[in-house]
């Protein structure tokens, strides 16, 4: 057999494959991990790109949360209306362009710490940064409304938003779409029935609404407080801005933004640094029952105090021994798990709060301090130009809203402060102004003020069968008599003769609702008697106190309600200059200063809306006040609490006053009070060179000559309000700013 021999290839041939396969391999291997690698990097990218959205998207909510409180004040303020300067900055526009600014939305590092890290061309790769410069591509109405914000005004937005208020004011309508509008003209309407806890006809302007779900208690989420919400809904979306760039996508996401108009309502109420369970004493609390909770700027909790619930916006310092909400958190209820804890093993909201808890809301107690009680302070001037219709001096001043007005206009000189003048302000059942100046030392007047009318002529005899004020005489010439009773003769002999040879008759009216009275010290005082107003008003053709029967609408400032004489401020106009002007009073009150005295006014039932009295001036209260049980009005039913073991219902009444003593004659060997106690001192130091502020003590009492009384002679029973009709006339303001997202599984 022949065979051939095998052809030979040149050496290397075989390693050569080899090495042409296995590198093809290699080299498509190294492909396929770079490009997982490139993937997994996009993939991360992105996955980073949507948290820095996310982190973005929650510090800008925040920043709208802080700034919008603040415009909506400066839309109350005088010369917000000026121009279109000077509208500028309320705008939501302006709003929600400044919120991009203040939380540093746009750059992942500040213009600030690239200039201090100082790093020589220093390029930012943050593909999240972004210029951000077209605020309406990142907030926007509801659809299919146009604009940045859809108000909950006037129209249901849908049952996966709250109910909305309503309003016949045009202006208020038009504006709420432009600018935060806080304003009295928004009350519950028709469109609000079903989501408020009670019929808004009776309960227009403040309304039972539950309470959010977050960790400020002022009260316990879910649970029915009065309050009336304003609040505008708008999506949100950071990634829109930049998807052609990034192609990220987003879904928006929608929110809504309420302000809380919050009335003070709880137990205790103070924005200052509040001290609780101890008087200046050192003495104890004794006799003390706190139903419900209560709200202060800072609180020191000392001794065995046991408290309902406690929130604050500083914080606070608990003894030892203090409770709240019945357990003992050994004075460090912040201790991370506490709360959680509690949570768990009692299943109740936890009862120590702090405003800073919550991320998107803030608390806001509106307190202008010693402003508050006095008409004539040079910042409670008259606001004009102003974008809400309602001005912040008339929103937030409680001598400002009251009905009537007694001022001491006159004295006799710079160094006789003795009243020889008095002004009476009141409204008509129109909604007119009625007013009246009262001579203290005119022997003989010329004309009559209003409502007296004739009894007798001259020479004649009448009795008065209860105490009234009497005239004598005729135009030209009037002399007259305070607080008579009994037989009286209209002669000369009795009068004097005011007006010679002119024949003169007699006149009286239900006796004056105030006076000018001396205390015992000698201290010059104004006397108000609350019991007298309704007949002396009626007289004079004023409005009356109240409607005839208890029912609503409620509360200050609503559109269209009927107008009462329900509240009264008591001042000294101190603005105009000379000697026989009375000069501004002392806060804190001083014994040179004019006082006020209340007496009569133990039934206060006649007043079926409440009562409230302002004034800058010390208060001495000489009677029982407020202490003769009402008909509750319609749909209101006080709840039985140790407070109020009975159940009763007292015409709601404020008394605001920047000191009160008790008693005028003689003062009350022991004290019972109950209600709700507040404080308006100042919440913060305004300078590092001011002292520090002293702690407010709600419960410490003085008697008319200034001494405190005996911790054992104090009962004090407080309780929180429960209903709009338990409100009265005048009150202190809060409000609750809360952004929540309105999500898919609501619709």
Not at 658 to 666: T, Y
Request: glycine share 8%; with cysteine.
């Amino acid at each position: 057999m022949k065979t051939s021999p095998s052809k030979k290839h040149r050496r290397g041939y075989a390693a050569l494959l080899l090495v042409l396969s296995t590198g093809s391999i290699l080299s498509m291997l190294m492909v396929y991990a770079y490009r997982r690698a490139a993937d997994s990097q996009s993939v991360q990218a992105q996955v980073q790109l949507r948290v820095d959205y996310s982190e973005k998207e929650e510090a800008i909510l925040r920043s709208i949360v802080a700034i919008t409180p603040n415009r909506a004040i400066r839309a109350m303020r005088a010369g917000s209306d000026a121009s279109a300067a000077s509208r500028a900055p309320m705008t939501w526009s302006s709003i929600f362009t400044e919120s991009l600014v203040l939380a540093n939305a746009r750059t992942s590092i500040s213009p600030n710490m690239v200039a201090a890290i100082n790093i020589p061309n220093l390029r930012l790769s943050n593909s999240g940064d972004s210029a951000l410069a077209s605020p309406d591509r990142i907030f926007a109405a509801m659809p299919p409304e146009t604009g940045f914000v859809s108000t909950g005004l006037n129209r249901s937005l849908g049952a996966s938003f709250p109910v909305p208020l309503t309003s016949t004011d045009l202006n208020t309508n038009a504006r709420d779409l432009l600018y935060p509008i806080i304003s009295n003209s928004k009350i519950h309407g028709a469109l609000a029935q079903g989501g408020v806890g009670l019929p808004v006809a009776l309960n227009s302007n403040f309304n039972l609404w539950q309470y959010p779900p977050i960790n400020f208690g002022y009260a316990r989420p879910g649970e029915n407080f009065v309050a009336k919400r304003n609040w505008w809904a708008f999506s949100v979306d950071v990634a829109d801005h930049d998807d052609d760039i990034t192609n990220i996508a987003r879904a928006k996401r929608n929110f809504v933004l309420s302000i809380y108009e919050i009335p003070s309502q709880l137990a205790i109420s103070s924005s200052s640094f509040m001290s609780l369970g101890q008087y200046a004493s050192g003495s104890a609390w004794q006799n003390v029952n706190i139903d419900g909770g209560m709200f202060v700027g800072q609180a020191a909790v000392t001794g065995q105090t046991a408290l309902s619930a406690l929130a604050s916006r500083r914080g606070m310092t608990l003894s030892t021994d203090s409770t709240v909400g019945g357990m003992n958190f050994g004075a460090k209820p912040f201790t991370p798990g506490v709360r959680e804890e509690y949570q768990v093993t009692t299943g109740a909201f936890f009862p120590v709060s702090l405003a800073s808890e919550s991320g998107r809301a803030a608390f806001i107690p509106i307190s202008r301090g010693a402003e508050f009680f006095d008409r004539f302070h040079p910042n409670n001037a008259p606001e004009t130009s102003t974008i809400s219709n309602t001005t912040w001096n008339n929103y937030t001043v409680g001598a400002l809203q009251c009905a009537m007005r007694l001022d001491i206009t006159r004295r006799v000189s710079a160094t006789n402060a003795t009243p020889t003048e008095l002004r009476f302000s009141y409204l008509r059942t129109d909604g007119s102004r009625g007013q009246e100046f009262i001579q203290l030392t005119t022997a003989v007047a010329t004309s009559l003020p209003s409502g007296y009318v004739k009894v007798r002529d001259e020479n004649e005899t009448h009795t008065f069968t209860g105490p009234v004020d009497i005239a004598y005489g005729a135009p030209g010439g009037f002399t007259f008599r305070h607080g008579i009773s009994g037989t009286v003769t209209f002669n000369n002999a009795t009068f004097g003769d005011p007006l010679v040879t002119v024949f003169k008759a007699g006149y009286s009216r239900p006796r004056a609702s105030h006076q000018v009275r001396a205390l015992p010290s000698g201290q010059l005082a104004i006397a108000v008697y609350p019991e007298r107003l309704p007949g002396f008003l009626a007289a004079i053709g004023g409005a009356p106190v109240g409607p005839p029967t208890p029912v609503g609408p409620f509360g200050p400032g609503v559109l269209g309600a009927p107008f009462y004489n329900h509240s009264i401020a008591v001042n000294v106009d101190y603005s105009n200059l000379g000697p026989t002007f009375p000069t501004a009073p002392n806060i804190p009150c001083t014994d040179n200063d004019y006082g006020l005295i209340i007496e009569e006014c133990a039934n206060l039932t006649a007043y079926t809306r409440g009562f409230s009295l302002v004034t800058n001036l010390r208060t001495y209260i000489g009677d029982d006040f407020n202490d003769v049980a009402a008909i509750p009005p319609a749909g209101c039913v006080p709840a039985i609490t140790a407070a109020n073991p009975l159940g009763l219902y007292l015409p709601p009444c404020s008394l605001f006053t920047p000191e009160k003593r008790f008693g005028v004659i003689a003062s009350p060997l022991t004290l019972a009070l109950r209600g709700q106690i507040g404080s308006l001192a100042k919440a913060d130091r305004v300078s590092a060179g001011e002292a520090a502020l002293p702690m407010v003590r709600p419960l410490e009492s003085r008697n008319r000559e200034g001494v405190a009384y005996d911790s054992a002679r104090i009962s004090v029973n407080l309780s929180q309000i429960r209903h709009p009709a338990e409100m009265p006339p005048i009150v202190m303001m809060n409000w609750l700013v809360l952004l929540a997202e309105r999500r898919r599984e609501f619709n």
